[in-house]
């Protein structure tokens, strides 16, 4: 009898202290599973105390009632600032407003007793499961949250290969020497359809193999299963670095160094291999058993495999003799020179110029071209090894001659590449966006780095307007430096139009977001200058509409998504003088402020557009012409013709239509420098004749003419592309417009 009772007492033992292993969720409903924004042991990006993730983050509305997921004792708690918490036991609750009533010493009931609310700002609470030092995964199979479901496997995103601890990283999956397998991993929490905090967390487990180049033969593994990294209790944070590659991971980006040991540095020596092609099969797997395989085909060689650093293009700008192209030279020892590249369309890539010609000592050339169309431009530079190595291309600048003598820069301030924010690439093709969208309005232009502001190749007085974007690039790239802000303000204050866009501008530069190195002038920059006012670092809204009276009025349009994610759009307010234009849809946030006035303590007018989300991820071709269309138009008094206006042209001139795409009527100008007969005409893509606006006598001077989008039977026309064609004396001009409907 004994022996039974004594049975019976450890089954119930082994039941009590399994059932201590799981427990129900901190939030209501106890008993169901919950959304996950944040992983266990995942990259913390915090300048230099970057960290593994000590808990699991639950997205709950501020204010939401918090409780103990055991009976216990509070410990330890503190109601001071956004990390307030309760800790009962073994467990802390973070980012909650600690229950007034509740002391330490105090004991707690599981699911009964409110430890807190969620902290005003932060929506969610973090869940810690171990004392500090020795913090476990609250997210494991039979232990911890229970339920919790998660069928959603993780994605491999890419597998990139480098020299052992460095940057420099083959530019082909051709490598030698001592390699590092850095793997871009992303653990949805949440379906396509959720928030992207769910859906680019870390993952639970990761591994890798080597296998001959059919993968029947296993060559090499780093365990006995291949895994490298697993996560059921968390490292030190001196690993963290071990881990995760610093360059490319940040708080929503996971980047592993799968070589490496989580306690030192480690490599793949790819000398103790035959020179041939292998086979590096990486796997990572989620705490729900969820996984995903990438096989990539490598080929290892003996022979200097490694291309020398890229250029960087300083400016590409045309000019009397053609189109002139500059850049800032390779560093590399074993230089042979450059390769240029052009392209009609950013897709198909043309070599034009080779090493031999474009030698290692120059930096600048000039092709005798002229073109009624943008051309793309890239380099590359070539070392002098056998076979020779190629380095990455320079990110993507172009060049359109002015039509109507308007001079355009686009000005390229995006260096936040390989760091901590959403464009991870070393180059970049941003820059032909906006010039694709200047194109389709019938303008020229030219493009630069910001560098060649500050070295002085580029002067920004000599156009006529300044597109100037910046991605996301935040505190740590600068989005404006001291010398870039005082350029600026001479330009404006002497009279020029300035259009800036990146999603992190009011952040870097406002005091009130206290990041460090932020400064007095800085702010004065943003408020005096830029004409805003910092609101909030991330307005969690990506659709925007136009505010009426405003140079944005009647259009809405996503942003965003394509061609990188953009997570911390600001919100700004405007500021000393200037109005807004665009809001973030649905709420009373604002998106973009425009402004015409005087700068500083100048007496010239200037004008300004300042978006707070970048200009190149706009969801549509369409829609950022339109937005463009609306932007050049206020610069430049597109549609403040009137016929007959006494100033009279020098040459006969047919000006862009505006706006340009339409989708009720459009106002197309005709420039006459003597009076005769004119005649204006729309056609379709086919040549038909679609309808006459004028056949006739005109008095010179500037005139306007409306087409609202029907043919001569006033019937409605299609959606499509149309050209219109105005004919005078011996002259012919024909220009194109979209109709949207």
Not at 525 to 552: C, E, M, R, W
């Amino acid at each position: 009898m004994k022996k039974v009772l004594s049975l019976a007492i450890l089954l119930l033992m082994i039941v009590y202290l399994q059932a201590q292993k799981t427990f129900p969720w901190p939030v209501e409903p106890f008993h169901e599973s919950h959304e996950i924004t944040g992983t266990f042991c995942e990259f913390r990006d915090t300048g230099s105390s970057d960290h593994f993730h000590n808990g699991t983050d639950i997205p709950k509305a501020d204010g939401q009632p918090v409780y103990p997921v055991k009976n216990g004792t509070i410990v330890s708690m503190s109601s001071v600032g956004s990390n307030a918490y309760v800790r009962v036991n073994d467990i802390a609750y973070v980012h909650i407003t600690p229950n007034s009533a509740l002391s330490v010493g105090d004991n707690v009931t599981a699911g009964k007793t409110v430890l807190g609310t969620i902290y005003p700002g932060m929506g969610h609470v973090h869940f810690t499961y171990g004392y500090v030092g020795s913090e476990k995964n609250a997210m494991l199979p039979n232990q911890g949250f229970t339920p919790l479901e998660d069928p959603w496997p993780p994605i491999i995103r890419y597998v990139h290969f480098y020299q052992n601890n460095s940057l420099n990283k083959f530019p082909s999956n051709r490598i030698s020497g001592a390699v590092d397998i850095v793997v871009k991993v992303d653990e949805q929490n949440g379906p396509p359809s959720s928030s992207v905090s769910r859906r680019n967390n870390g993952t639970y487990k990761i591994g890798y193999k080597i296998f001959s180049a059919d993968t029947s033969t296993l060559i090499y593994s780093p365990s006995s299963t291949g895994v490298r990294f697993q996560f059921d209790t968390k490292p030190s944070n001196s690993y963290v670095h071990n881990v995760y590659f610093d360059q490319l991971s940040s708080t929503t980006s996971h980047v592993y160094i799968l070589t490496n040991k989580i306690t030192a540095d480690d490599y793949w020596d790819t000398t103790e291999l035959d020179s041939g092609k292998y086979v590096v099969m990486v796997f990572t797997e989620d705490t729900r058993g969820n996984t995903d395989t990438a096989y990539v085909q490598v080929e290892i060689t003996g022979e200097d495999a490694f291309p020398p650093p890229a250029p960087v293009l300083r400016f590409t700008r045309s000019n009397p003799a053609g189109m002139e192209i500059s850049w800032y030279p390779s560093s590399a020892s074993d230089l042979k020179g450059y390769r240029y590249y052009f392209s009609w369309d950013l897709e198909t890539w043309n070599l034009h110029t080779k090493e031999n010609e474009l030698t290692a000592e120059m930096t600048d050339t000039t092709f005798n071209v002229q073109s009624t169309k943008p051309i793309w431009s890239r380099l590359s530079a070539v070392d002098d090894a056998y076979p020779p190595n190629e380095s990455n291309f320079t990110d993507v600048y172009g060049t359109l001659p002015a039509n109507d003598q308007q001079r355009i820069l686009i000005v390229d301030g995006f260096d936040r590449t390989q760091s901590s924010g959403s464009w991870h690439e070393p180059e970049h093709w941003f820059a032909a966006i906006y010039g694709q969208a200047m194109a389709a309005n019938d303008f020229g232009f030219d493009c630069a780095a910001n560098d060649a502001l500050l070295d002085g190749s580029i002067t920004l007085s000599d156009y006529d307007a300044v597109f100037w974007f910046l991605g996301d690039e935040s505190t740590a790239d600068e989005t404006f430096s001291a010398d870039e802000q005082q350029l600026v303000k001479n330009y404006l204050e002497a009279g020029g139009r300035l259009f800036v866009s990146g999603s992190e501008i009011a952040w870097d530069l406002d005091q009130d977001n206290n990041s460090s190195g932020t400064t007095a002038e800085d702010e004065q920059f943003l408020h005096l200058y830029l004409k805003a006012d910092y609101n909030a670092d991330d307005s969690k809204i990506y659709q925007v509409t136009g505010l009426p009276n405003s140079i944005f009025e009647g259009i809405e349009f996503a942003y965003g998504q394509q061609p990188y994610e953009e997570d911390y759009p600001d919100a700004i307010n405007p500021y000393a003088g200037s109005v807004a234009c665009l809001k973030y849809k649905n709420s009373n946030l604002i998106a973009a402020v425009q402004y015409e006035g005087t700068f500083g303590e100048s007496t010239v007018s200037g004008k300004l557009v300042y978006l707070a989300f970048p200009f190149e991820t706009i969801d549509t071709e369409e829609h950022r012409n339109q937005v463009m269309s609306c932007v050049l138009d206020f610069f430049f008094n597109l549609s403040d013709l009137t016929e007959g206006e006494n100033e009279i042209p020098e040459h006969f001139e047919v000006g862009p239509n505006f706006p340009n795409p339409f989708n009720n009527s459009t106002t197309i100008r005709v420039f006459l420098p003597a009076p005769g007969r004119m005649r204006l005409s729309v056609f379709d893509v086919n040549g038909r004749l679609i309808q006459l606006l004028k056949a006739g006598y005109l008095t010179s001077g500037k005139h306007r003419f409306q087409w609202n989008g029907t043919n001569q039977k006033g019937e409605a026309v299609a959606s499509g592309l149309y050209f219109y064609r105005a004919e005078f004396e011996d002259k012919t001009i024909t220009r194109k417009m979209l109709l949207v409907k």
